[in-house]
């Protein structure tokens, strides 16, 4: 297994979004990840850069932080940071997929989403940044 690159820093706006997500693919093949849950990681990436491109700095420029490094054990830590709006995703109540499309609320979908490919993910306030942190474990079957 080869060095991971320490972080990429890009400007907050939809233009940095292949280059975010190549930097995250870098990371994870270089490790060994396989092709099926580098597109697993990719969508969730998506899913989370995206809204922080149209959420975090409410129409003030802004930058974010990715992040990738090794833990104890061999998984790949990704870390995505941003100096936006205090918003911690995970707080919020899972949508009820059971009800009718008419009856649930907007929003929420895409946090759930991120949950599904990516169980453990975590997030945590550090000062004037929020963080988002997926742990990324090979799975020997993708």
């Known amino acids: 297994m080869k060095q991971i690159p320490a972080h990429i820093r890009v400007p907050a706006s939809m233009g ?6 190549a930097f995250v693919r870098s990371c994870l093949a270089s490790q060994g990840i396989g092709e099926a849950r ?10 989370i850069l995206v809204n922080i491109f149209r959420y975090a700095y ?3 420029d ?5 992040a990738c ?12 940071a941003d100096r936006g709006t205090p918003f911690d995703p995970l707080s919020h109540q ?19 989403f991120v949950k599904q490919l990516v169980p453990a993910v ?3 306030r550090e000062g004037e940044r929020n963080i988002l942190t ?9």
């Open 38 to 47: 580098l597109r697993e990681v990719e969508l969730a990436m998506e899913e």
């Open 58 to 60: 409410a129409g003030r």
């Open 16 to 21: 940095s979004l292949q280059t975010s997500l």
């Open 62 to 66: 802004g930058e974010v932080e990715v």
């Open 122 to 124: 975590r997030y945590r």
């Open 134 to 142: 997926l742990p990324i474990d090979a799975d020997p079957m993708l």
């Open 69 to 80: 490094r090794l833990e104890d054990g061999g998984r790949v830590l990704v870390e995505v």
């Open 94 to 112: 899972d949508p009820d997929l059971r009800a009718g499309i008419e009856e649930r609320k907007i929003g929420g979908l895409g946090v759930f």
